[in-house]
């Protein structure tokens, strides 16, 4: 009789496979109907994973319809299935996979949004903080405050891309995606400071100032980059944004 | 020192929790039993699933049903990295039950996501017992087997599968989750009688029941005319035929923890409810008998 570890990769090479339908060699099943019995494992395995990975990618899913997505994830999961039976982690590297997948060339976005939704899932799982009010900065002598460093929300992280991702997302939330520019190209900041994940669409000079706050680079010198960069920068409102979005979570001051 | 005041799970019915009614459960606080959860839902580092199960914790006891730890793979040991994480769930929500299946669902680091069936050998009892002996030492705590749906059977499989569970009972120390909805399902797709299956499953280490709903689907290739497969797909209410053997197996060892599993198209919270209450009235009816008698 064959051995344990035969049976159990030859049971997983008929699973995922387009063929054989059933496995090959010495897995010795017992009649009858045996296609029609192991079909049900096989699809247990395609439909769970494909249900996974629509739960994971809402939006590109929404994008793509119900068959391109399915045929989508199909070849997604035969070249990359699951590592961990944590599937809320599935698709780490669907965003790549989308943006080789020649079929979904006439959407070149829909890699940006899987990246998006990545990120946005990360955020939801990422670890717990508490967010900082912004009154604590009031009671630092306003001198020190150029010197001022800042622990950011482990959920924090950003997003650039040539495409608009921010209003691809926020029509998605308003079940709308008829008005979008598609020439325009957007900056996420996604944050979960408490319960709800929130982006925020952020212009080119407050990318400057929040990719500096989070690599951990002074108050000021994040203020003169962003000002170097766009002589209109809002400061205050950005600095207003840092809190708002839950984005701080600790202030050091210099000794 | 304990983080929650209720530990111990009744002799009730309780309910797989689903996030869709994190926020009905909080509000109106139902008079249940206990819940259940899968533990990889609940291995991410924080955010909302940790806020809710924290909050439900609070006012319920708590099972933790894992599908992904893959007692039957085929490796020597356990994921040393889904073993921590599985621990690390048990140390913060203080479950009373913990449970794993009969099956396997990795392979070589990959998983598949379904509870694959494995020949019921020597060699895989011998396996099998390791496993979950190092599961349980591990976790410190009994970890309860459930017995699997299941669509085909391996030419060579010389133990029973109610024999199989009673010798890992008998080498382990582990207990039994009685998946009874389970039984109709193989015994239907093995072409077998549910209820010889149950007279010769060793009820006395039931430890928990599991109850859900099963789909039909038609046999293309049907060399026998057994006409259809049932699926375990968890995904309608409990039908008449299986709460006939609940009946009668909580007939035979008195109320048990036993849980409404729905996963797929999950309905409104009273749906959920209801079924559980039904569960609980075939308790109390059982309960009442043995005080007459």
């Keep these: 009789m064959a051995s344990f570890k035969q049976i159990h990769k030859e049971f997983v090479a008929a699973l995922l496979a387009p063929s054989p339908p059933i496995p090959k060699g010495s897995v010795a099943l017992k009649k009858p109907n045996i296609t029609s019995r192991f079909a049900v494992y096989r699809n247990n395995v395609i439909v769970g994973l494909i249900a996974a990975l629509k739960s994971n990618f809402p939006i590109c899913y929404a994008l793509v319809g119900d068959e391109f997505f399915k045929a989508l994830a199909i070849d997604f999961i035969r070249k990359d299935p699951p590592i961990s039976p944590m599937l809320f982690e599935y698709g780490d ?88 520019d598609l020439e325009v190209e957007q900056t996420i900041l996604i944050c979960r400071p408490n319960v709800d994940v929130l982006i925020a669409n952020i212009d080119p000079a407050a990318c400057i100032f929040y990719s500096a706050i989070m690599n951990g680079q002074t108050l000021g010198s994040a203020y003169e980059k962003s000002m170097k960069q766009e002589p209109n920068f809002d400061f205050n409102y950005c600095f207003g944004q840092l809190f708002a979005l839950g984005l701080i979570t600790d202030i050091v001051v210099e000794k | 020192m304990s983080n929650f005041k209720l530990k111990k799970i009744p002799n009730l019915a309780g309910v797989g929790l689903k996030a869709q009614h994190y926020k009905t459960i909080l509000q109106e606080t139902p008079k249940l039993g206990w819940f259940e959860v899968h533990p990889e839902n609940y291995m991410g580092a924080g955010g909302p699933p940790h806020k809710y199960l924290t909050a439900i914790r609070e006012l319920y006891p708590l099972s933790l049903h894992g599908v992904g730890m893959s007692l039957g793979g085929p490796s020597k040991r356990l994921d040393p990295e889904h073993l921590r994480r599985f621990k690390a769930l048990k140390d913060r929500y203080e479950p009373w039950l913990i449970s794993e299946h009969l099956a396997w669902s990795t392979h070589e680091g990959k998983f598949f996501n379904d509870l694959l069936p494995l020949p019921y ?90 109850l859900g709903g099963h ?10 005319g057994i006409g259809k497969l049932l699926i375990d797909d968890h995904s309608s209410a409990v039908i008449d035929d299986v709460w006939g053997i609940y009946n009668r197996l909580i007939a035979k060892i008195g109320p048990k923890p036993s849980l409404i599993e729905w996963d797929g198209d999950i309905p409104e919270w009273p749906t959920l409810y209801n079924e559980a209450k039904i569960a609980d009235g075939f308790m109390k009816k059982h309960v009442s008998i043995k005080v007459k008698s």
């Design chain 2, 121 to 210: 050998t020597e060699e895989t009892l011998n396996h099998l017992a390791n496993h979950i002996d190092e599961m349980q030492s591990y976790m410190g705590k009994q970890v309860l087997i459930e017995n699997p749906s299941a669509y085909l059977a391996y030419e060579s499989s010389p133990y029973a599968e109610t024999e199989f569970l009673d010798q890992l009972v008998k080498r382990t120390g582990c207990g039994l989750l009685l998946d009874v909805n389970n039984i109709f399902v193989s015994a239907n797709n093995q072409g077998y009688d549910a209820y010889d299956y149950l007279d010769a499953y060793p009820v006395e280490h039931v430890e928990e029941i599991h």
């Design chain 2, 215 to 224: 789909s039909v689907e038609l046999i293309e290739d049907d060399e026998l």
């Design chain 1, 93 to 180: 590297e669907f965003a790549l996979f989308i943006s080789q997948y020649s079929p979904a060339d006439q959407l070149p976005y829909l890699a940006d949004i899987a990246r998006l939704e990545i990120m946005w899932r990360n955020a939801y799982h990422a670890i717990d903080a508490k967010p900082l009010d912004i009154t604590k900065i009031q009671q630092i002598d306003s001198k020190k405050h150029s010197n001022l460093t800042f622990k950011t929300h482990p959920s924090a992280a950003m997003l650039t891309s040539d495409w608009p991702i921010y209003s691809i997302w926020q029509g998605h939330e308003d079940n709308n995606m008829v008005d979008i």
